[in-house]
């Protein structure tokens, strides 16, 4: 096959033109929901595993790598059996994003145009993704597949004020936090990922650690048990359930730019827990054997803090809002090296997903995603953190997922020509 360097197809010119899982599937994963399946056995622990989504944090020098070359869609395996409805959905809210300046999104004007009209059933939106779209594969590296992850939006009981069992606070940004995008100082040459810090006699420091934060004090959107505020923080954005019955979103609003230190492998290099049992409810039953001061001192170990910010919860079905700035889908978006894919970009992916969650194996799994996210650890051609819902079952599938997975771009068929190569 004629290969041929994917970001200048792909990067440049698209974005510089004018229910719960339950493989074995051939198609998209259906959006998860909280409802328990009476098939479904009780939740699992949920894995210390993914990373707070981060602000877009990538080398503005990063060389582009990967390889495709054009395709057919009778090529892309289980496409024909696949269920692309979930991801139209999807794609029609990143178009409601690129609707907002279609001089630098004139690529995917067409297909936007296009999807609105079409029915989202699977005859339909496999039929419209093939007239919109040609497959371009991706030659990820040396080693063949990447690896899929998985993450989910965790649900939280709080309360307004400090109480039993809810005396750990979920801090808004403070105002002398400061972010330093690279990408705005590129005349003047600075270079590097994005930092955090404030401003301490003109001149910028390091911001806090987590445990000077807590000293420090802010202002605080809710208060929540020590673990459901660490695993907040560990995925990035959750819904926060009161007792007086509201319900808000704490959506992610930047962190103090320190780095990530793993509590479970802290508890695991000490003895404290058994090699494969840092686990949400491992680490839980830690915490509430040793107590707050213990609990505290140990999250404390870790420097890094995230803060949010209060929004409303406008529908239900769908989750927070992702670095495209459209809101995730259960099953259909995918987080994304944004160094390599513009956001956006339909993505066919092979893989394995558990059917329930002691399924650790997993069953085959193919499906359509569209890049809507990113994460401070998804980097390179086939790495990417799968949106699979909010509450506990989602979380319950997604701490075991950790698979294999081979992906297929879709590229809008107007920006194809002889450049890109043809299958040969």
């Keep these: 096959m004629l290969k041929h360097l994917l970001y200048p197809a792909l990067g440049v010119a698209l974005v510089g033109c004018a229910a719960a899982p339950t493989p074995p599937v051939t198609?998209?994963?259906?959006?998860?929901?909280?409802?328990?399946?009476?098939?479904?056995?009780?939740?699992?622990?949920?894995?210390?595993?993914t990373l707070p989504q981060d602000e877009t944090d990538t080398q503005p020098d990063q060389a582009p790598a990967i390889l495709a070359a054009t395709l057919d869609f009778?090529?892309?395996?289980?496409?024909?059996?696949?269920?692309?409805?979930?991801?139209?959905?999807?794609?029609?809210?990143?178009?409601?994003?690129?609707?907002?300046?279609?001089?630098?999104?004139m690529a995917?004007?067409?297909?936007?145009e296009a999807a609105g009209k079409v029915k989202r059933e699977a005859g339909?939106?496999?039929?419209?993704?093939?007239?919109?779209?040609?497959?371009?594969?991706?030659?990820?590296n040396e080693m063949g597949d990447g690896l899929l992850t998985a993450y989910y939006?965790?649900?939280?009981?709080?309360?307004?004020?400090?109480?039993p069992g809810y005396d750990e606070p979920i801090f808004a940004r403070p105002g002398d936090l400061v972010t330093v995008d690279p990408k705005k100082f590129a005349a003047t040459g600075f270079r590097g990922r994005k930092?955090?810090?404030?401003?301490?006699?003109?001149?910028?420091?390091?911001?806090y650690t987590r445990g000077e934060i807590k000293n420090k004090g802010g202002k605080v959107l809710a208060w929540g048990s020590a673990a459901d505020v660490f695993f907040l923080q560990v995925q990035g954005s959750g819904r926060l359930h009161f007792n007086d019955g509201r319900t808000l979103r704490a959506a992610f609003a930047g962190h103090n730019g320190h780095a990530y230190t793993s509590i479970g492998r802290i508890l695991i290099k000490e003895g404290e827990l058994d090699p494969g049992k840092a686990s949400k409810g491992g680490i839980e039953k830690w915490m509430a054997a040793a107590g707050p001061k213990k609990t505290s001192a140990l999250m404390n170990r870790n420097p890094r803090y995230v803060f949010f910010k209060a929004k409303p919860v406008l529908d239900t079905a769908l989750g927070p809002i992702g670095t495209q700035g459209a809101p995730l889908t259960a099953g259909a978006s995918l987080a994304v090296d944004p160094g390599l894919y513009p956001m956006g970009t339909p993505i066919w992916v092979s893989t394995r997903l558990p059917r329930n969650d002691r399924d650790w194996k997993g069953q085959e799994a193919r499906f359509l995603a569209i890049a809507q996210d990113t994460g401070g650890a998804i980097n390179g051609p086939m790495r990417g953190d799968l949106f699979l819902g909010s509450g506990a079952i989602a979380g319950g599938l997604a701490g075991i997922v950790k698979h294999p997975a081979h992906w297929w771009v879709l590229v809008p068929r107007m920006m194809v020509s002889e450049a890109t190569g043809p299958k040969t």
């Design 195 to 207: 930092l955090m810090g404030r401003v301490e006699e003109g001149a910028l420091v390091p911001y």
């Design 74 to 105: 009778k090529d892309l395996p289980g496409w024909k059996e696949g269920d692309p409805s979930a991801a139209l959905g999807a794609f029609r809210r990143s178009c409601a994003r690129f609707a907002q300046n279609w001089d630098e999104a």
């Design 108 to 112: 995917w004007k067409a297909a936007c």
């Design 124 to 140: 339909a939106a496999r039929a419209y993704f093939e007239l919109y779209f040609v497959p371009e594969e991706i030659a990820g």
């Design 153 to 163: 939006e965790p649900e939280l009981e709080v309360r307004a004020a400090p109480a």
């Design 27 to 49: 198609g998209p994963q259906s959006p998860v929901t909280t409802t328990v399946p009476e098939a479904v056995p009780p939740l699992p622990d949920t894995t210390e595993a």
